[in-house]
């Protein structure tokens, strides 16, 4: 039986798209892919991409003049392009290529570290950021504070999976620097109120960075409507390839800032005494970049459009709805985060009784069934809730309501098999 819920795509057209969900393993099992949080699969349209780019165009950018050069260059900027319109950037030149999210928001670090004032981060200064945080947006902060002295804050997560703004007076100050939170949690799911973070920031003179990561995936993102500082998104989330990663930051502060790496292809001139830098985003690219990769991720960002984001998000709320309601109906089930799909992303962790989610994630897979299981680089919320770890179906544009109904019924063997 079809499952029908409003707002759904054409699966079925999707899916012939992804070449691997056909896949079959452990002996014949379908393959129900629900780790897209963790990293999605690429269309055929990606992986045509990426397979021509290094059959037909393969060569370093910027600096050579032979035929090869010129078309790689050309495509690795047309990239740029791309993704700044992607996410409504003012200018491609605010767009800057890293290798991962994790490298955005280090750079983010290294740079207010080293930078003079007003932006410089020292031991009079705090930082804030908040218990959902990935690690990734966590650790830098942390190193930063070490390194600089400056106190480090956060804000406390309530019993729903939701971030606790009542003190926000207390938490951003006039000695806040800088303020780093996550768009949607990768493990509790929840959209976090942005408006709200980044007024008290902006009352105070803090710079705001946002961790997108799991929101370019899967919500349409405008930079400017979120009036932050910098943000932060990688490829491998969102239908492009690994190793590619993306920091958009305002024009003036990219012009003010430090570089953090130094090498080839971001200077302007360099004598054996000193150096000077190439405006950005070339001030902040040193050494050879991930050429295929910003191809590919240019592909993935032609894809998502193609469908629409409005769509995938509409799609991504039906299957997180039903989802709940699924999961509610397990036994000795807890969802970690919130159980409405309002304001939430496409993550559920939960916890099944006293069962270790390491044990859930195993038997689910022998039943062909791909989950995250762990603290999922969030091990403070799984501090604050009490629990080791959690079990996490993620889902995506092609996720379907019958991949829901196989982790239900997965879930169920797994009740059974451990009695």
Known sequence: MTIQLPGLLDTDAIRKDFPILDRLVHDGKKLVYLDNAATSQKPRQVLDVLAEHYERHNANVHRG?????????????????????????PSRDEVIFTKNASESLN?????????????RVDHDTEIVITEMEHHSNIVPWQLLAQRSGAKLKWFGLTDDGRL???????IITEKTKVV?????????????????????????????????SQAAPHMPLDVQALQADFVAFTGHKMCGPDGIGVLWGRQELLEDLPPFLGGGEMIETVSMH??????????????????????????????????????????????????????????????????????????????????????????????????????HCARPVCLRYGIPATTRASFYLYSTPAEVDALVEGLEYVRNFFG
Do not use: C
């Open 107 to 119: 750079l983010v670090a290294n740079m207010l570290a080293w930078a003079d004032e007003p932006y």
């Open 180 to 212: 780093s939170f996550v768009l949607v949690s990768n493990i509790l799911g929840t959209v976090n109120p942005v408006e709200a973070i980044v007024r008290r920031a902006q009352e105070v003179g803090a710079l705001v960075v946002v961790d997108a």
């Open 65 to 89: 003049v032979h035929v090869l050069a010129e078309e790689a260059t050309a495509l690795y900027e047309g990239a740029r392009d791309k993704i700044a319109a992607f996410v409504n950037a």
């Open 274 to 375: 000193s150096s000077t830098y190439a405006p950005a985003p070339h001030k902040f690219e040193a050494g050879t970049p991930p050429i295929a990769q910003a191809v590919g991720l240019g592909a993935a960002v032609d894809y998502l459009t193609s469908i629409g984001m409005e769509n995938i998000a509409r799609h991504e709320h039906a299957i997180t709805e039903y989802a709940i309601q699924r999961l509610q109906e397990v036994p000795d089930l807890r969802i970690i985060g919130p159980t409405t799909a309002e304001d939430r992303g496409a993550a559920v962790s939960f916890t099944l009784g006293d069962i270790h989610p390491h044990d859930v994630g195993q038997v689910l897979d022998e039943q062909g069934i791909a989950v995250r299981v762990g603290h």
């Open 164 to 170: 606790d703004l009542s003190n926000i007076e207390e």
